[in-house]
Structure formats: structure tokens, C-alpha cells
């Protein structure tokens, strides 16, 4: 056992990141014998409109011991399967991004690549064609995985639309249940030790003073343990990802419900639609560069489709990240980590992938540096490789209607992301590289979603029989078709399975 252990934690800041945190300490560090303490206050407002997650978020229920069902009811929660982009090519176009696999390698020789040489050929259909989640999302279905032997049924893979309020609200009560200390008030000052800068302790606005050995940011933009009191230093992105503004507001759900969140390209940036059991979040993120705020405001409420339900609220953000995750003895997460908006829902994401990182190099109070370093390098990677993937929606579009998208196409693409595009265009490869969140098929998606085609195929599909590739891509298509058939609506199944109306309010 070391002989300086971590023996209190302090959390400042609730929200979805606070309490994810304080969740996941209490779950995790039960045996350390650790004080939890999450200080927030009721005063402050938590940002709220990250309410689209991705796959790993149903690991992270689980590994909590959450039942699914619960929680979805709980948090009024939807099921997602994809994202769906509209517009963003160009105008009237729209494709998939799916979860889970596409098709299946032949030999060893990858999907994408015979489906390349076929697509050439004019002998292959659209991508989405052989993913289950996408055909499914586009016709309104959702089931959970089932037994069923050598069926793609077994392997659905899906994440959650909830309310990101509900979340951290269900979250909390999970916390405090297993000892985290919920502390009401406001912190007025960050003492740092005047040997080495470590965060010594903090001063709420009551005057009590708390002490910890590690403490963990999650007070948003404002970032005040990181930024405000150790000048950490923030890394400036809105080069790459112009956008810096973002309303948004719910409204009255019609309808059938979807099983995918829409983004819709608008003039001067894109709209998010995200389906709840009990109405739909919507948001404008945009660029104050090519349109005013009162025009993005008319914009949004005008697209709706029926009332609001709140007057849309408006942030301001810039895009990019703090230049170091963990300094000394604090910890960033969520908003105060960075921002590099909703577009892949990836917001939540990084959340829980900081916690994970966090866990994986879990210090004592030597706090070794190359435990942060390292930890501060694979973060810096994970973000960078976000970055790139959401930049290349923007700068790879065909619109000439509107300056926003001819300057987005005129954006210079950072090295990494370079590299990756011009690996594509040679054979349509995409090769992962270490951490990094997407796999290869979500690049393949985009990449021909938004119509980057390469000037050939992997030479290695040309190992397989011209005629078996035909009659793969023909079974694929057809046994993704027929697992789509046999689910339900994605309306059915929640209320059959888990409405949020069916239990009372937490």
C-alpha cells in the first residue's frame, strides 16, 4: 500500500461531469477509504444540452451496476443508432453515420476495401445499405440485442438521447447513496501552496474552508480551479472549428420517435434534433462570423416543429482544449477540459474517458510527473484525433450558397488530419491509430457521406473472385434488410419496455 494515499477527493462543479465523477469514485474507490466531496451550487446553472451520447456511455451504466431499464425511464430516455447528416454535402443530401459493424472481411481482406472496388464498378449500393443500425434508424426501428445465433440481431449496438439534467440528477442520487458528501455553496478562493503551486484549499462564499489531497475541475468554461487560480493555459482551435455560438431550446415532441439524432446544416453553422420520450432538444451552432445572434435566434425557433417550451438559452464558447489536463493535484473534466461542440456527441464521451484515463494512472500524493505527463499526452492525442474527425465534415462539403461553407472548405487541415485524407484518397484506407475514439468504419462513413471518393481500391480485394464479393454484398444487404424488418418501432419497444410515464418521478 503506498504510504501517502489519496484520502479526499473534491469535486467542484456538478452537472453531468461533477456527478459522473463523484459516481464513478464512489463505485470505484470504495476500498481506499476516500472522502468524496462534490461542492455546487443551486445558484449556478449547469449547460445541460449534451443530450446525445455514443456506444461506450451504455459500458459506463453498466460498469456502475446501473440497471438500463431505470435509468432510461428516469432520465426520460431514447435509443440512438446513428447520427444523420443533412445538407452538410450539399443541399437536399444526406447520409449515416451508424454504430456497430458494417458487412463482414472476405479472406482477410476488409469490407470496405471489396465494397470500394464494387462501389467503382457500379455494383454496390450506398454504405448504409449494409449496416443494421442504419437501415434501421432510417425506417423508425429499435430492439436490444437478442439471442440469435450467427444474426446481426446479436450484435445491435446502440447509445442513449436522455436529458442531460435527469442524468446528473440520477447520478447524484447514486452518489450521495454511497457516501460522496454533497456540499451547497459557492467557491470564493483557491489557495495554492506557495511551494510547488498545488491547490491547497478552497474558501466557499460561507466562509467554510475545505482541504483535499486531489481536486477535480468541472466548473465549465470557466474552468476556475484550472485556468482562474494555476493559469493552466488554454489551446485555441476556432482556426479549424469556426463555430462559437450555440442556442438552444426543447419543444413539443410530434411524431413518431426517431432512433438517431438529426444534424441538419443551416447557413452559417448546423442544427441539432434530438428525440425524448417527453419532447425534443433542438440547437443552432453557428459562427457569429456569418450571422448575427437575433438572426441565428430566428433561425432556430423558425425550423422547429411545434412550441417551444422555453426561451432558447445562448452560449458562447471557443473551441480547442486546456493545454494541460491534470495540473499537480487538479484534474479537468467536461467544459472545463475543453470544448469542441456536439456534432459527433462526443461531449459526454470525453467525460468518461478522462474518468477511465484517471483511474488507469490513479496517483498518491507524490503525484508523479510522468504519470501526468503521460496521462496529459494521451488526452492531448484523444482530442486532437476529435478534432479531425469533426473537421472533416466541414471542409470536405460541395455548397457554394452560403460564405460559411465556402470558407469551411477553404479551412487548412492540421497535419494529422492531412495525412489521413490523403491516405484515403490513394486506396480508401483508413488506419486507427492508438487511442483514438472513432474506428476505421466512422471515417469511412463520413468519407462517403460527404463524397470523397479515392482514386482506387486496395489492391488486395483484387484476391477475391469478382462473383463472390457480388453475392456477399447481395446477402448482407438482404439479412440487414430482414433484421431491420423484425424489429419493432423505436416507439413500440419504449413503450413496452421502458417509458418514462410508467414510474414516478425521482
Known amino acids: 500500500m503506498s504510504d501517502k494515499p489519496i484520502t479526499s477527493i473534491a469535486i467542484v462543479g456538478g452537472g453531468t461531469a461533477g456527478w459522473m465523477a463523484a459516481a464513478s469514485f464512489a463505485r470505484f474507490l470504495k476500498g481506499l477509504n476516500c472522502r468524496i466531496q462534490l461542492i455546487e451550487s443551486d445558484e449556478i446553472g449547469t449547460v445541460g444540452v449534451g443530450e446525445a451520447t455514443i456506444p461506450p456511455i451504455m459500458e459506463f451504466i453498466r460498469a456502475l451496476g446501473i440497471d438500463e431499464t431505470e435509468l432510461i425511464?428516469?432520465?426520460?430516455?431514447?435509443?440512438?443508432?446513428?447520427?444523420?447528416?443533412?445538407?452538410?454535402?450539399?443541399?437536399?443530401?444526406?447520409?449515416?453515420?451508424?454504430?456497430?459493424?458494417?458487412?463482414?472481411?472476405?479472406?482477410?481482406?476488409?469490407?470496405?476495401?471489396?465494397?470500394?472496388?464494387?462501389?467503382?464498378?457500379?455494383?454496390?449500393?450506398?454504405?448504409?445499405?449494409?449496416?443494421?443500425?442504419?437501415?434501421?434508424?432510417?425506417?423508425?426501428?429499435?430492439?436490444?440485442?437478442?439471442?440469435?445465433?450467427?444474426?446481426?440481431?446479436?450484435?445491435?449496438?446502440?447509445?442513449?438521447?436522455?436529458?442531460?439534467?435527469?442524468?446528473?440528477?440520477?447520478?447524484r442520487s447514486y452518489a450521495e447513496a454511497r457516501g460522496v458528501i454533497r456540499t451547497e455553496g459557492k467557491v470564493r478562493n483557491v489557495t495554492l501552496r506557495p511551494q510547488g503551486g498545488f491547490i491547497d484549499r478552497l474558501t466557499l462564499a460561507s466562509g467554510e474552508e475545505i482541504a483535499a489531497d486531489l481536486y477535480i475541475d468541472c466548473t465549465g468554461f470557466r474552468g476556475l480551479l484550472i485556468e482562474e487560480a494555476m493559469k493552466t493555459g488554454y489551446e485555441d482551435w476556432s482556426r479549424w472549428l469556426p463555430c462559437n455560438r450555440a442556442l438552444a431550446v426543447p419543444c413539443e415532441r410530434t411524431g413518431p420517435l426517431s432512433?438517431?439524432?438529426?444534424?441538419?446544416?443551416?447557413?452559417?453553422?448546423?442544427?441539432?434534433?434530438?428525440?425524448?420520450?417527453?419532447?425534443?432538444?433542438?440547437?443552432?451552432?453557428?459562427?457569429?462570423?456569418?450571422?448575427?445572434?437575433?438572426?441565428?435566434?430566428?433561425?432556430?425557433?423558425?425550423?422547429?416543429?411545434?412550441?417551444?417550451?422555453?426561451?432558447?438559452?445562448?452560449?458562447?464558447?471557443?473551441?480547442?482544449?486546456?493545454?494541460?489536463?491534470?495540473?499537480?493535484?487538479?484534474?479537468?473534466?467536461?467544459?472545463?477540459?475543453?470544448?469542441?461542440?456536439?456534432?459527433?456527441?462526443?461531449?459526454?464521451?470525453?467525460?468518461?474517458?478522462?474518468?477511465?484515463?484517471?483511474?488507469?494512472?490513479?496517483?498518491?500524493?507524490?503525484?508523479?510527473?510522468?504519470?501526468?505527463?503521460?496521462?496529459?499526452r494521451l488526452f492531448a492525442f484523444e482530442y486532437e484525433r476529435v478534432r479531425d474527425f469533426l473537421l472533416l465534415h466541414y471542409t470536405t462539403n460541395e455548397r457554394e450558397d452560403t460564405a460559411f461553407w465556402r470558407h469551411c472548405r477553404s479551412i487548412p487541415h492540421p497535419d494529422s488530419l492531412k495525412e489521413k485524407i490523403e491516405l484515403f484518397r490513394g486506396y480508401g484506407r483508413v488506419m486507427r491509430e492508438e487511442s483514438e475514439l472513432f474506428p476505421v468504419q466512422s471515417w469511412h462513413y463520413i468519407f462517403a457521406g460527404q463524397n470523397v471518393v479515392p482514386r482506387g481500391y486496395d489492391p488486395m480485394?483484387?484476391?477475391?473472385?469478382?462473383?463472390?464479393?457480388?453475392?456477399?454484398?447481395?446477402?448482407?444487404?438482404?439479412?440487414?434488410?430482414?433484421?431491420?424488418?423484425?424489429?419493432?418501432?423505436?416507439?413500440?419497444?419504449?413503450?413496452?419496455?421502458?417509458?418514462?410515464?410508467?414510474?414516478?418521478?425521482?
Not at 97 to 119: K, S
Not at 272 to 297: E, K, M, T
Request: contains cysteine.
Open 73 to 171: 425511464r428516469h432520465t426520460k430516455a431514447t435509443f440512438k443508432l446513428a447520427i444523420r447528416f443533412q445538407d452538410w454535402t450539399r443541399i437536399g443530401h444526406s447520409y449515416f453515420h451508424p454504430f456497430g459493424e458494417t458487412g463482414f472481411d472476405m479472406e482477410g481482406v476488409p469490407f470496405m476495401a471489396y465494397w470500394q472496388r464494387m462501389r467503382g464498378q457500379g455494383q454496390a449500393g450506398r454504405l448504409e445499405a449494409y449496416s443494421m443500425q442504419a437501415v434501421a434508424a432510417e425506417r423508425g426501428k429499435f430492439m436490444r440485442p437478442v439471442r440469435s445465433p450467427n444474426s446481426p440481431l446479436e450484435k445491435i449496438t446502440y447509445a442513449l438521447h436522455f436529458d442531460a439534467s435527469l442524468f446528473a440528477r440520477y447520478l
Open 259 to 376: 432512433s438517431y439524432t438529426l444534424a441538419i446544416a443551416r447557413d452559417a453553422g448546423w442544427q441539432w434534433r434530438i428525440p425524448l420520450q417527453h419532447r425534443v432538444g433542438n440547437g443552432y451552432v453557428y459562427c457569429s462570423d456569418f450571422i448575427d445572434d437575433v438572426a441565428a435566434r430566428e433561425t432556430l425557433l423558425a425550423s422547429l416543429e411545434s412550441k417551444p417550451l422555453a426561451d432558447p438559452i445562448q452560449l458562447r464558447f471557443t473551441t480547442g482544449r486546456r493545454k494541460k489536463f491534470w495540473n499537480k493535484n487538479c484534474v479537468t473534466l467536461g467544459l472545463a477540459s475543453g470544448f469542441l461542440e456536439p456534432l459527433e456527441s462526443t461531449s459526454i464521451h470525453l467525460i468518461q474517458r478522462g474518468i477511465a484515463m484517471l483511474f488507469q494512472m490513479f496517483p498518491d500524493n507524490n503525484f508523479e510527473p510522468a504519470d501526468i505527463e503521460r496521462y496529459n
Open 461 to 506: 480485394a483484387d484476391t477475391l473472385d469478382p462473383k463472390a464479393i457480388k453475392a456477399n454484398l447481395d446477402n448482407i444487404r438482404t439479412v440487414t434488410a430482414r433484421c431491420a424488418d423484425a424489429m419493432p418501432s423505436h416507439e413500440a419497444f419504449i413503450e413496452k419496455n421502458c417509458s418514462a410515464f410508467s414510474v414516478p418521478e425521482v
